[in-house]
């Protein structure tokens, strides 16, 4: 009976280690085969790498109340080992890390593979040297060169602005080492664009010297030539070459440029004016004068009249003025009316005239007031005495403008008034007002004035202009000499 009840606990502990046995080898199974899910898991990811995405971003059905599809936005923390996922407008949000079926797990390991894979990659762009990017630093950096040379060696403008338009053309923000050469970019640019400026602006300079310039067209260059300061830029130009020409066009209409004071002239506004007028005007430029509208060539102003005188200069500073000639006019000498005393003819009397010198000989002859207003008597007696060519009154005894020794006679020649005027003498022995013969001496023949040698110069006319007419009244009532002297 005991070998029975030992024999029957034998067999119970066998069974149940037997079953105790068979539930830790179920158990090692279990998770033999859970790790060999897991490795496939992951060996499936490697494998699909070119697809994780797709996975990434999977959409995990599931319907909510209102029956619409949610896609999830799965969130990894730094040390990737916590995930949440969320779900917008969704009242039943799947519990991914809680519900861990092969599917939720699949989809885990696949983000983490991926988000890890995307790391490296960026490690590895940002290591990988970029042959596109060097290029182009390469390239901005031999223009600037090309520039900065030429900047100094250009003959023109010309010669800079295709270098300068393809610096211009390159992206210089993004460059891999901007930072290094900026200040290389910043300092040719610089240099060029004083140099554009300058040649942009003494191109305007053109108007300055056209004859249909406008006041506001040069009001304009001047406000640019101080604003810019161009003679400061020009100073700093690095290229002698264009800094020479450059300064050289700036001082051709540099006058201009710096002129802002209107002309000035001797004659105030609404002057009036009651003798012979010689006008003076004074100007850093060229100028132009209108009178009446009229250009002015000849500054002798002599008519009586209204004016208005206007005086441009090249930079458009005007003065205007108006003024009045208000000479007095000369009086007329009374008309001498003879009438006859009674119907018997009268005698004709003819008055007795001489030749003005005793030894003579012609040098030049009369060819009326447009050339030589009289005769030319010499003498190979240098000491020749002068006599009057008839009886009169001397009505002048003085010099003309050249200072030449000169006697005027006022004489009745058949009953005419005639005035004989004699020039160049060395003495005088008349006096003004005196009557005087034929037969008195009126001086010795000389050289003075405008005169080449001793010699009578003679002239007869039926007015004088120191006497009763004016100079040019005198010149057109001339008489040829030869009228009154003895014909034979």
Not at 67 to 93: C, G, R, W, Y
Not at 138 to 163: G, H, M, N
Not at 226 to 246: C, D, G, R, S, V
Not at 345 to 354: A, D, G, H, M, Y
Request: with cysteine; proline share 3%.
């Amino acid at each position: 009976m005991k070998a029975l009840f030992f024999t029957g606990l034998a067999g119970i502990s066998f069974l149940i280690c037997g079953f105790l046995f068979t539930d830790n080898e179920n158990d090692s199974l279990k998770q033999s085969d859970t790790y060999n899910v897991t490795s496939n898991q992951k060996e499936k990811v490697q494998e699909t790498a070119s697809n994780l995405r797709e996975l990434k971003y999977k959409k995990l059905e599931t319907k909510s109340t209102d029956e619409e599809m949610v896609e999830p936005v799965i969130l990894v923390d730094n040390n990737h080992n916590k995930i949440q996922s969320t779900f917008e407008d969704s009242q039943e949000a799947p519990q991914i890390i809680n519900n861990s079926t092969p599917e939720n797990e699949e989809i885990i390991a696949n983000f983490l593979v991926e988000e890890e894979e995307e790391n490296v990659q960026d490690l590895i762009m940002k290591e990988q040297p970029n042959n596109s990017s060097e290029e182009h630093t390469k390239e901005v950096k031999e223009t600037i060169s090309l520039l900065s040379k030429s900047l100094e060696t250009a003959q023109s403008i010309d010669e800079l602005k295709p270098i300068a338009n393809k610096l211009d053309s390159l992206d210089t923000i993004s460059l891999k080492e901007a930072a290094v050469i900026q200040n290389d970019l910043e300092k040719v640019q610089d240099d060029y664009h004083k140099i554009l400026s300058v040649d942009d602006f003494l191109k305007k300079t053109d108007t300055l010297l056209s004859s249909d310039k406008t006041k506001e067209e040069v009001a304009d260059i001047k406000e640019e030539y101080t604003e810019q300061n161009i003679e400061q830029l020009i100073t700093n130009i690095p290229n002698i070459n264009l800094k020479n020409n450059y300064q050289a066009k700036l001082n051709e209409v540099k006058n201009v440029l710096t002129d802002n004071t209107a002309p000035s002239l001797n004659i105030g506004d609404n002057q009036v004016i009651n003798a012979d007028f010689q006008l003076e005007i004074t100007d850093d430029n060229n100028y132009q004068a209108l009178l009446n509208g009229q250009e002015l060539t000849d500054l002798n102003i002599t008519e009586n009249g209204e004016y208005e005188l206007k005086v441009i200069d090249d930079a458009l500073n005007e003065t205007t003025v108006h003024f009045k000639m208000e000479k007095p006019v000369e009086e007329q000498p009374e008309e001498i009316i003879y009438t006859k005393i009674n119907d018997e003819p009268q005698e004709e009397v003819t008055t007795s005239t001489r030749y003005p010198m005793n030894n003579w000989y012609l040098t030049q002859d009369y060819s009326g007031k447009g050339g030589h207003m009289g005769i030319d008597m010499g003498s190979s007696n240098k000491k020749e005495e002068i006599y009057p060519i008839a009886n009169g009154k001397v009505v002048y005894v003085g010099q003309d403008t050249n200072g030449a020794n000169l006697v005027q006679i006022m004489h009745d020649i058949n009953g005419e008034q005639v005035f004989s005027t004699y020039a160049h003498m060395r003495e005088v022995f008349l006096n003004d007002g005196q009557e005087v013969t034929t037969n008195d001496l009126l001086g010795i023949m000389g050289a003075t004035g405008n005169a080449t040698g001793p010699h009578l110069h003679l002239e007869t006319a039926t007015c004088a202009w120191e006497y009763n007419c004016t100079y040019s009244n005198y010149k057109n009532s001339l008489v040829s000499p030869w009228t009154y002297l003895p014909q034979n």
